[in-house]
Nanobody
Framework: QVQLVEYGGGLVQAGGSLRLSCVVS????????MGWYRQAPGKQRELVAT???????NYVESVKGRFTISRDNAKNTVNLQMNSLKPEDTAVYYC?????????????????WGKGTLVTVSS
């Protein structure tokens, strides 16, 4: 059974930093793209950053230059370094991973989500 577990959320003052990590465990063939999404109160979930298996990254405009996504393929981990945090970054942050799994004798792409970790930035 595949699980995604996030670590590192918490309360920080504006201008501060936090590092989120997500570990993927279970049985699968390969992890493709990994990413972080967030959902602020009363808003829809939005993409924050993604990283492909070969290290190509993509960021939402509002976090460019402040957030850095990275991954450790050997440890099945994706990280999000968040610097210069702003109150508008307050949200529940969710880890996402696209996996390839054997299902019914075939490799199939399956998308997984973590349960989320709360990041609160005070002004």
């Amino acid at each position: 059974q595949v699980q995604l577990v996030e670590y590192g959320g918490g309360l920080v003052q504006a201008g501060g930093s936090l590092r989120l990590s997500c570990v993927v465990s279970g049985s699968f063939f390969r992890i493709n793209t990994m990413g972080w999404y967030r959902q602020a109160p009363g808003k829809q979930r939005e993409l924050v950053a993604t990283i492909t298996s070969d290290g190509r990254t993509n960021y939402v405009e509002s976090v460019k230059g402040r957030f850095t996504i990275s991954r450790d393929n050997a440890k099945n981990t994706v990280n999000l370094q968040m610097n210069s945090l702003k109150p508008e970054d307050t949200a529940v942050y969710y880890c996402n991973a696209g996996l390839l799994e054997y299902r019914d004798g075939s490799l199939r792409p399956i998308n997984y989500w973590g349960k989320g970790t709360l990041v609160t930035v005070s002004s």
